[in-house]
T-cell receptor
């Protein structure tokens, strides 16, 4: 099955800093989502982005499906951005496979 | 309204108990999913129902038994679980093969 690696695994930022999270996947995919998991475990949808670039406030994402990667940009980070970020490419019908995750901590 | 509701939020059960986790969505989605997440690990797909039929079973042990009574409801029946089955169980739904929307999860502890 599809393999999904995210980098970096852990990231500590000072409030106001920018960051780029990367998601590499081993096979072609139909769709891809980015999620933020808050400390209580809820998965919050950030982007549904099979290809191209999308922006939502301080966050943006780019997927280059032909090169099998996606990037999540966080600008002017805030303490509320802390948590775990997952990408989940769809490797087969209904098969969204989660990446290894990036654990982000933003310090005040 | 993009809400998936899971109950209970927390469940503690013994290894001989039988319990169920419930999931409900009213977004008209026709695919519903169960994922299992252990601490500090990514969610892992367990089951997918599409149009109320089981489409995917990721070789899950039979002590986990899914049920989809109708297009809005998804249950996960639990019987004779082991302590290593303690985890966060996440339900999700999607409009066919599109974007996934997750519930808040049910945190299960098996004693």
């Amino acid at each position: 099955g599809i393999q999904v690696e995210q980098s970096p695994p852990d990231l500590i930022l000072q409030e106001g800093a920018n960051s780029t999270l990367r998601c590499n996947f081993s096979d072609s995919v139909n769709n891809l989502q980015w999620f933020h998991q808050n400390p209580w475990g809820q998965l919050i949808n950030l982007f549904y982005i099979p290809s191209g670039t999308k922006q939502n406030g301080r966050l943006s994402a780019t997927t280059v499906a032909t090169e099998r990667y996606s990037l999540l940009y966080i600008s002017s980070s805030q303490t509320t951005d802390s948590g775990v970020y997952f990408c989940a490419p769809q490797g087969g019908t209904y098969k969204y496979i989660f990446g290894t995750g990036t654990r982000l901590k933003v310090l005040a | 309204d993009t809400e998936v509701t899971q109950t209970p939020k927390h469940l503690v059960m013994g290894m001989t108990n039988k319990k169920s986790l419930k999931c409900e969505q009213h977004m008209g989605h026709r695919a519903m999913y169960w994922y299992k997440q252990k601490a500090k690990k990514p969610p892992e797909l367990m089951f997918v129902y599409s149009y109320e039929k089981l489409s995917i079973n990721e070789s899950v042990p039979s002590r986990f038994s899914p049920e989809c009574p109708n297009s809005s409801l998804l249950n996960l029946h639990l019987h004779a679980l082991q302590p290593e089955d303690s985890a966060l169980y996440l339900c999700a739904s999607s409009r066919d093969t599109g974007e996934l929307f997750f519930g808040e999860g049910s945190r299960l502890t098996v004693l």
